[in-house]
């Protein structure tokens, strides 16, 4: 009975009907679907809901393995069972699909389908390549912008799970990482996951492997892929020097250390012993870099020095900064050949991060901009003195990085609101503007997250500095540190952030630790994001991109869809004068076609530009009025005409494409149309002999672009209606004119002015452009400057 309810309330928020067998025959087909799809997305993979994509991929493999059908032949169930982990893995991994099951339940998922899944074979040998491997890390379309412009080294293979060169190469990708792990970072891309990350990218063939470098253009391999020459080519963008010392240098080397605060690490090649290779010595300056110099002595030329400094064979020794060479035991002898322990004993030695306390925090932090990692006591944990690199790699940004215990400045943590360890950047305004780091805490990650936020205008909110009815507009992100699409939201909103400075306060309020402040703004789902305006709160539904989050933000500055209530629906829609077109989206929240229209229904909007009226009703929200309209499914697309005598008469729209050009077209087919359709002896009696300014569109009917380009030409006839005529001349009916005119490719647009005795030119005053706003300025400026010509042509007739 439960199910029966549950299914049925389902059913009537996604379609309406009347007729109580096709209900029941509804129920029973989604009673037989719920089979497949009951049962907590998480709990069925087994993971908790701040679990990231390599976590769901690895869930859902050691799941997959076992329940396959093709493994449990006699198991009546298995695949039943198996569709419900699989369409569990389908939701959990697609960052808009996690969001909507996560804020709607699978009530906002009826629009995916899903069902279809592998052989175990793929399971097995081609489902998440390099998953398993540490020193890999599998970058996704949320963190591969973060990872390559953090300014360390990456070479990343972008592959394509049935790609058996892929294949081939993953034993010797493996073996590579591991040899140059710490050297540079080493990334895969399943481009089979990450489709347009990878077209993006120009990636068309697979493997395809890139050096990336900061912000320079990435270079691709080309050469044999054997570990040895992979390592040869990485080598090549290691840029760091290893110093050859001898008496010459020696001396003055150290000294000029001592003076920077840096360390040397120096390896002494005696007849007894192993020496480091060149290629280890130069991993390890490129591990190093900018924090210890490297370099090395040849003891069989440089005997006397070595004998001084008692080297009897040879050996690697760390000197930190500061020290010299007669303080023995402050000197740290290695006595490892492998790079990577090598490199990590030396990090492990070096100078900690400057420690702030709660007397000098708040001087410091007034002045200049910081990187802090909060602590709480001297825990240490494994692998975070690579964090030590942070002061390098931000010393560019003019960043300094340091260390706050909260056990020993609890009042300053508590008026931070920190609870536990993170990582903070101050932006140079002491506490008062600040933002917390809730991604990934791993040193490309954090260095990456500075970078970004030290230039946004985002800061994280708490009770104290949450807007209460200021003037001042604000976006205020509601988000859980454990949930992927709020962390994946935060670089957007940055991005978004710094186009807005002056016109726009942006916010992040973690509901995790201000639950009462989010409950008191009816916050149910992560994330959830709301505009702010004075008594106005509008709430962002579109997707997790920057140039979405601008789009929505302006349409609030300047509104394109009128938002429709029972209460002016009537009045503005119904009672519309006979001079008005209504263009109505009928849509519920929850429906994923509803929410990816949204956007194209606002741009749309902007394009008709007050030509025809655009109206949205929430269907959700005023389910009784979508009832009596007879609204049955979601988004219902009516256009109301103008000229009509019954009121309630509307046009349903039933194209396939649902975008702002083809949506716009549809539209003006129902206006009268401004621009003239030309004959040839119209476009030379009318428009070359004619006293008007005409701008003309050549076209040809079967050209895709000339149909893109129509709606757009009609919106510009209308702006200038009275101003200059507009006219349309058909190429492929006409191609004497159009040859004459100088026309080449469709569509041409050409504009003709009248300039008094002038005559006017057959080729006119070609425009290269197609977008009306810059038509529309060009046209603007042409009127202008014709403007005193034609007043002196007149005034010289009306004195003779």
Not at 52 to 72: C, G, S, V, Y
Not at 282 to 307: F, H, I, P, R, S
Not at 590 to 605: S, T
Not at 742 to 757: D, L, N, S
């Amino acid at each position: 009975m439960d199910h029966f309810n549950f299914i049925f309330h389902d059913s009537k928020s996604c379609k309406q009907s009347s007729n109580k067998v096709v209900l029941f025959l509804f129920i029973i087909t989604a009673l037989a679907v719920l089979v497949c799809t009951d049962g907590d997305y998480y709990k069925l993979l087994g993971l908790s809901k701040s679990a990231t994509n390599r976590q769901i991929r690895q869930a859902f493999k050691k799941l997959a393995l076992t329940m396959h059908p093709d493994k449990n032949p006699n198991n009546p169930d298995a695949h039943d069972n198996f569709l419900k982990i699989n369409r569990a893995y389908e939701v959990l991994k697609d960052e808009d699909l996690r969001k909507k099951y996560d804020k709607y339940g699978e009530k906002g998922l009826q629009d995916h389908q899903g069902g279809q899944y592998e052989s175990w074979n793929f399971y097995r040998y081609d489902f998440g390549i390099y998953d398993d491997d540490v020193e890999i890390v599998t970058l996704d379309k949320e963190d591969f912008d973060a990872a390559v412009n953090s300014g360390e080294l990456w070479f990343v293979n972008f592959y394509f799970p049935r790609c058996s060169h892929c294949h081939d190469l993953a034993p010797t990708w493996r073996e590579f990482a591991k040899e140059m792990d710490g050297v540079i970072r080493i990334g895969a891309v399943n481009c089979g996951d990450n489709r347009m990350l990878c077209r993006s990218k120009g990636i068309t063939s697979y493997p395809s492997l890139y050096i990336f470098k900061g912000e320079g253009s990435p270079v691709k391999y080309f050469g044999d892929r054997s570990k040895e020459e992979l390592v040869k080519f990485a080598m090549k963008y290691v840029t760091s020097q290893v110093t050859e010392l001898w008496t010459g240098n020696f001396v003055s080397a150290f000294n000029s250390a001592y003076s920077s605060g840096i360390g040397w690490l120096v390896t002494f090649c005696e007849e007894i012993g192993d020496c480091l290779s060149s290629q280890t010595q130069l991993k390890l300056a490129g591990m190093l870099e900018g924090l210890v110099k490297v370099g090395w002595m040849d003891c069989k030329t440089q005997a006397q020095l070595c004998k001084d400094l008692e080297i009897t064979t040879s050996t690697t020794l760390y000197f930190p900064p500061g020290c010299t060479i007669d303080q023995k035991d402050k000197i740290l002898s290695l006595h490892s050949l492998d790079a990577r322990e090598i490199y990590t004993e030396v990090m492990q030695h070096l100078p900690d991060l400057e420690k702030l306390t709660e007397h000098s925090i708040q001087s410091k932090l007034a002045h200049h901009r910081w990187l802090v990692f909060f602590k709480f006591g001297d825990t240490t944990e494994t692998g975070e003195y690579e964090f030590k690199k942070c002061k390098t790699l931000l010393q560019s940004d003019n960043i300094q990085v340091g260390t706050f215990d909260c056990h020993a400045g609890s009042r300053i943590c508590k008026n931070l609101y920190i609870h536990q360890p993170c990582v903070v950047i101050f932006k140079g305004s002491g506490t008062h503007a600040f933002e917390i780091h809730h991604g990934k805490k791993i040193l490309y990650d954090i260095v990456s997250f500075a970078r970004e936020s030290i230039s946004a205008p985002v800061i994280t909110l708490n009770p104290k500095n949450f807007p209460k009815n200021q003037r001042e507009p604000w976006l205020v992100d509601f988000f859980a540190p454990w949930c992927p699409p709020c962390r994946a939201l935060l670089p957007e909103l940055r991005k978004a952030s710094k186009q807005l400075v002056g016109q726009l306060k942006f916010g992040t309020l973690d509901c995790t630790i201000h639950e009462d402040l989010c409950n008191k703004h009816g916050i149910q789902a992560y994330p959830t994001t709301l505009i702010f305006n004075q008594s106005n709160v509008h709430e962002y539904e579109g997707h997790h991109t920057a140039n979405e989050l601008l789009e929505f933000i302006q349409d609030l500055i300047n509104p394109s869809v009128v938002t429709l209530t029972p209460e002016n629906f009537e009045g503005l829609v119904i009672r519309r004068t006979q001079d008005e077109v209504w263009m109505v989206d009928f849509y519920a929240p929850w429906c994923g076609p509803c929410q990816a229209l949204m956007p194209e229904w606002k741009r749309m909007a902007r394009m008709l530009n007050g030509t025809v009226k655009v109206g949205s009703m929430d269907c959700q929200k005023y389910y009784s009025l979508c009832q009596k309209e007879n609204v049955q499914s979601y988004p219902e697309i009516r256009l109301f005409p103008l000229n009509t005598n019954n009121a309630y008469k509307y046009h349903s729209y039933n194209g396939w494409s649902r975008n702002a050009q083809s949506l716009g077209s549809w539209a003006l087919r129902f206006l009268p149309q401004t621009s003239i359709d030309l004959t040839p002896e119209d476009f030379k009696n009318k428009v070359l002999k004619g006293k008007d300014h005409w701008v003309i569109d050549f076209y040809a009917p079967w050209c895709g672009p000339c149909q893109n380009f129509a709606p757009e030409f009609e919106l510009l006839a209308r702006a200038f209606k009275g101003k200059i005529k507009a006219g349309k001349l058909d190429c492929q009916n006409n191609p004497h004119t159009c040859q004459t005119a100088g026309i080449r490719a469709y569509p041409t647009v050409k504009f003709y002015p009248f300039q008094g005795e002038k005559k006017k030119s057959a080729t006119g005053e070609y425009i290269n452009s197609r977008d009306t706003k810059v038509i529309l300025e060009l046209l603007r400026k042409r009127l202008e400057e014709l403007q005193p010509k034609i007043s002196t042509i007149s005034t010289e007739k009306d004195e003779l």
